[in-house]
């Protein structure tokens, strides 16, 4: 069974200072992708990123850039110079690649709260 | 509009009544998903259509109807909730059934008294 794990259930910040999200997973697959999402308060899952099991580069993204390391089987998620506008709950999210078209499962962690403080 | 749209945004209703959430996608996507996200608690996947078709209904009770009459629409109904049917109901959508980029809608925070 697939289990995404994210520790930190809540996390507050001074605008400007790094902040670092972790993610956990398990997975028996050896290939399975990963996301993370964030979401503000309007409610909406907003899609930051999707990382397949074979390509372990990190990833950067402006401000956000991304660690993944199958040997700790973490995917965690860093954001740069953090701004009042990042203040939201981010997700981390496991998809094993199933044969028979069954990948949209997605297994969600529980989820980090973020607070930037001005 | 653009992306998936959700009505209504907000829904108070009582254990006897009869309501329906709707859900609205403008991707032309195939697949479309109904998730319930409750405090504390991960997204659970409720219902799963591909091409108008159920392809996944994850042991949710009776008392949660979907209805997919085209690609576009996605409906909830709901009859005799209970109190812990109380969450925030978000419907999602992807190109294909096998294509796990999904697109969230705004989501519907239901209160059932």
């Known amino acids: 069974a697939q289990k995404v794990t994210q520790a930190q259930t809540e996390i507050s910040v001074v605008e400007k200072e790094d902040v670092t999200l972790d993610c956990v997973y398990e997975t028996r697959d050896t290939t399975y992708y990963l996301f993370w999402y964030k979401q503000p308060p309007s409610g909406e899952l907003v899609f930051l990123i999707r990382r397949n099991s074979f390509d372990e580069q990190n990833e950067i993204s402006g401000r956000y850039s991304w660690n993944f390391q199958k040997s700790t089987s973490s995917f965690n998620f860093t954001i740069t110079a953090s701004q009042v506008v990042d203040s939201a709950v981010y997700f981390c999210?496991?998809?094993?690649?199933?044969?028979?078209?069954?990948?949209?499962?997605?297994?969600f962690g529980k989820g980090t709260l973020l607070t930037v403080n001005p | 509009e653009t992306g998936v749209t959700q009505t209504p945004r907000h829904l108070v209703m009582g254990m006897t009544n009869k309501k329906s959430l709707k859900c609205e996608q403008h991707l032309g996507h195939n697949a479309m998903y109904w998730y319930k996200q409750s405090a504390k608690k991960p997204l659970e996947l409720m219902f799963v259509?591909?091409?108008?078709?159920?392809?996944e209904n994850n042991s949710v009770p009776s008392r949660f109807s979907p209805e997919c009459p085209n690609s576009s629409h996605l409906f909830l109904h709901l009859h005799t909730l209970q109190p812990e049917d109380s969450a925030l109901y978000l419907c999602a959508s992807s190109q294909d059934q096998g294509d796990n980029e999904q697109f969230f809608g705004p989501g519907t925070r239901l209160t059932v008294l």
């Open positions: 999210a496991l998809s094993e690649a199933e044969s028979g078209g069954s990948n949209y499962k997605l297994t």
């Open positions: 259509y591909s091409l108008e078709e159920r392809v």
